[in-house]
């Protein structure tokens, strides 16, 4: 099953990078200026708050996601990048969806592959969208571009192309939101 994502990642890479990077400059332009509306219901350390308003700036799908997972007001998510655990071989993120005392449930998001951080930062929050959603991954494995990674692991095409589209956006935007001055001078 994984073998036949890897086309699927390749084409939508480049479909966005390439369809994205022209109105991306506009929209980046716009909200370079505007601060960050991350989620109210968000918990990260000033370091990864950092991370998730660059993309939230540069990526208008991640902006969306933002938006939707703002208003789950019953949910509160906790998005943290951390040293990748021995028993966590094949995966660069995982969410886990569980409850809280208080009754909230929690969505933890954890990034393990920080060289691939901006891409993992908009799949596990699409992870978190299919749940705000009530998706039952389990139920619909094996069909709706679902599988099943491990026993109780879900992966998901919806989640793979929001990732890429968010590091698509990310990238196309990063070019495009220096100031002119930066630009001419070469300056990345």
């Known amino acids: 099953m ?42 990260a350390s000033s370091s990864v708050r950092k991370v998730l308003e660059k993309v939230w700036k ?11 997972i703002a208003e789950a007001r019953w949910l509160r998510i906790k998005c943290s990048f951390v040293p990748k655990p021995p028993n966590q071989s094949g995966y660069r993120a995982l969410t886990k969806i569980g409850k809280e005392v208080d009754g909230m449930t929690m969505a933890t998001v954890q990034i393990f592959s920080v060289g691939h951080g901006v891409q993992m930062i ?9 749940q705000i959603e009530g998706l039952d991954l389990k139920a619909l494995a094996g069909s709706n571009g679902v ?15 929001a990732g890429w589209k968010v590091f698509a956006e990310y990238l196309s935007a990063k070019t495009a939101c220096k100031p002119e001055r930066e630009q001419s001078a070469g300056l990345r």
């Open 58 to 68: 540069r990526s208008p799908t991640f902006r969306e996601q933002c938006r939707r």
């Open 122 to 130: 908009g799949h596990e929050f699409e992870h978190v969208l299919e």
């Open 147 to 161: 599988h099943s990674a491990e026993p109780g692991f879900y992966e998901t095409e919806r989640a793979v192309r």
């Open 2 to 43: 994984r073998n036949r994502f890897i086309p699927i990642l390749l084409a939508s890479w480049l479909v966005l990078v390439c369809g994205f990077s022209q109105s991306l400059g506009r929209d980046c332009l716009t909200a370079r200026n505007e601060r960050a509306a991350l989620p109210p219901n968000l918990i």
